[in-house]
């Protein structure tokens, strides 16, 4: 935890003493006008920051105020305090990374009990545990859950279509679980209330050599897929109410959405049009922006590289 | 325009000038205010839900916010670096670096202690800049620990996104505020623009840095307000 504050202090410090620094970053920046090109200028405006940040403000490159009549002092009375609000702004973000999980979960705790709703500009703070809201394509689909739909084949004996009243009179599972965003966004204690996907799978008769369910939704862009056994977990629903709405909002995904409790969001595809059984996972709309398939919460999307982290998803 | 060494600063209405910003610290600044503004305005609908349904089209917003985000600290590094043209901007930024009790003063009283004489940069102004230069550098931070997620521990990355957000709202509104002040002291945006400022404006709120204007003739200054 604490590298993250050490991270970014060393990066702003330059090594060596001040002289041999101020020796080289004059060679540098009198290298300057010669050179022209935006990078290397880049490079040389972040080392001319670093000296100011870390060096009392009088290394100035009074060789380069040459245009006017730069005396090369500071007025005595006066203090670095730019520099340090900079610094110090850097170390308290830095910190902020390492313990703002825990800083999170209070504030969200204090603005559920002010605002129990959870709606209003109160959810607008920070911490407040909202939802973002994602889309995939450019606007959002709307159906109502008189129109919807749930078409389910693909390797299955009874190809099988389900309207939103036939799904809520099925066996509910009620599930009070995290939803939590791959980037680091995560609503605490979500309630939902869905059809276990086994349910349905069964329903509609798995065939033997199938290993796999794809998904699809009616935006026509958004896939998702799981093997065959993450798929008959028994925390895998197809949700028709969640936050205490049922149907599900338009911006949440509704009517109906996948929710896959033990997964990234990413998984829990919105606005679920179609379930189709096959040999073979699809990867999906987000696994093809570089995210992985089997998206575990806590053992998955780590490492410089994304995808492939995990076991192949043919195997299951 | 400009004020000449040895030449009388306006005691009547007739306008006098004195000149504030060279060319590569107003490209400096507008720069960065187009990146800032376009950060702010995308920003918008990745974060409030009902104009993330309105708008949609999240990938180009992320997009757009990612790149124009990580390219602001690029206009002030490029202009301080260049070592003939960045002479001023970089005079300047000692000067906002450096606090005096006055500038303190400035701050407890938010300029109104009628004895104070700042120089070119008074406290707010000082405050400012450092704010949002320490701001451009936790966004930074923060911002790439969410999009390329993947080396980072999953706490972190929510840690990442409560500050992203707390200090985004920060942002907007000591940007707001800073707009909200150059609407008010149309003397100041002016000065963004043309790089001249009235003396009117400076006798009036950066009286030190007059007082050097006159005298730069003999004594020279730190900001020599004639460059240009």
């Excluded at chain 1, 313990?99 to 920070?126: M, W």
């Excluded at chain 2, 030190?208 to 004594?219: F, I, K, P, S």
Aim: proline share 6%.
């Amino acid at each position: 935890m604490e590298s993250a504050s050490c991270e970014s202090a060393t990066a702003l410090t330059p090594t060596g003493g001040a002289d041999q620094t101020r020796a080289a970053s004059s060679s540098q920046v009198a290298s300057g006008p010669r050179r022209g090109r935006t990078g290397g200028e880049a490079v040389e405006g972040a080392l001319y920051f670093a000296r100011l940040l870390t060096h009392n403000g009088r290394v100035a490159l009074h060789h380069v105020d040459s245009v006017g009549p730069s005396t090369g002092t500071t007025p005595p009375s006066t203090t670095p305090i730019g520099r340090r609000i900079v610094l110090g702004m850097g170390l308290v973000g830095a910190a902020g990374i390492a313990f703002g999980g825990i800083l999170q979960r209070e504030v969200g705790r204090v603005v559920s009990a002010i605002n129990p709703g959870g709606g209003g500009l109160a959810a607008l703070i920070p911490g407040a545990n909202q939802f973002r809201i994602y889309n995939a394509a450019g606007t959002q689909p709307d159906l109502s859950s008189a129109a919807y739909r749930l078409n389910v084949g693909g390797l299955v004996d009874n190809p099988l279509t389900f309207s939103f009243d036939e799904l809520i009179s099925m066996p509910a599972t009620h599930l009070s679980k995290d939803f939590q965003c791959v980037t680091g966004w995560r609503v605490p204690g979500v309630h939902w209330v869905g059809v276990a996907l086994s349910e349905i799978l069964d329903r509609a008769g798995v065939q033997p050599p199938a290993s796999a369910v794809n998904f699809g939704s009616f935006d026509g862009l958004y896939t998702e897929s799981l093997t065959m056994d993450q798929a008959r977990r028994p925390d895998v629903i197809v949700a028709y109410e969640m936050l205490g709405t049922r149907p599900i909002s338009q911006d949440h995904g509704g009517p109906v959405r996948l929710y896959v409790a033990p997964m990234y969001g990413y998984k829990s595809i919105k606005w679920l049009s179609s379930i189709t059984v096959a040999t073979r996972a699809v990867p999906g709309y987000w696994e093809q922006n570089g995210y992985d398939v089997n998206a575990w919460i806590g053992r998955s999307n780590s490492g410089f590289r994304n995808t492939g982290s995990d076991k192949p998803i043919d195997g299951g | 325009m400009s004020l000449l060494p040895g030449e009388t600063p306006a005691r009547t209405e007739s306008p006098a000038f004195l000149h504030r910003f060279d060319r590569t610290e107003r490209v400096v600044h507008w720069a960065t205010a187009a990146l800032m503004l376009t950060c702010i305005a995308t920003a918008l609908p990745l974060y409030i839900p009902s104009l993330s349904s309105l708008v949609g089209r999240r990938a180009l917003l992320v997009y757009l916010h990612v790149y124009a985000g990580l390219c602001l600290p690029l206009p002030v590094l490029v202009g301080v670096a260049r070592s003939r043209w960045g002479a001023h901007l970089r005079s300047d930024l000692r000067q906002i670096n450096r606090w005096s009790a006055g500038d303190r003063r400035w701050l407890a009283t938010w300029g109104r202690d009628p004895f104070l004489t700042p120089g070119k940069f008074n406290g707010g102004q000082k405050a400012n800049a450092a704010f949002i230069g320490g701001a451009i550098l936790v966004m930074a931070m923060t911002g790439t620990i969410m999009k390329w997620f993947g080396p980072w521990p999953l706490s972190w990355r929510t840690g990442a996104t409560f500050v992203h957000d707390l200090l985004a709202l920060v942002i907007v509104v000591v940007v707001t505020g800073h707009v909200g002040y150059a609407l008010r002291w149309p003397s100041t945006l002016r000065a963004m623009t043309t790089g001249l400022v009235d003396v009117r404006w400076a006798r009036r709120h950066a009286p030190g840095w007059l007082a050097e204007a006159e005298n730069a003739g003999t004594r020279g200054s730190d900001s020599p307000p004639s460059v240009n």
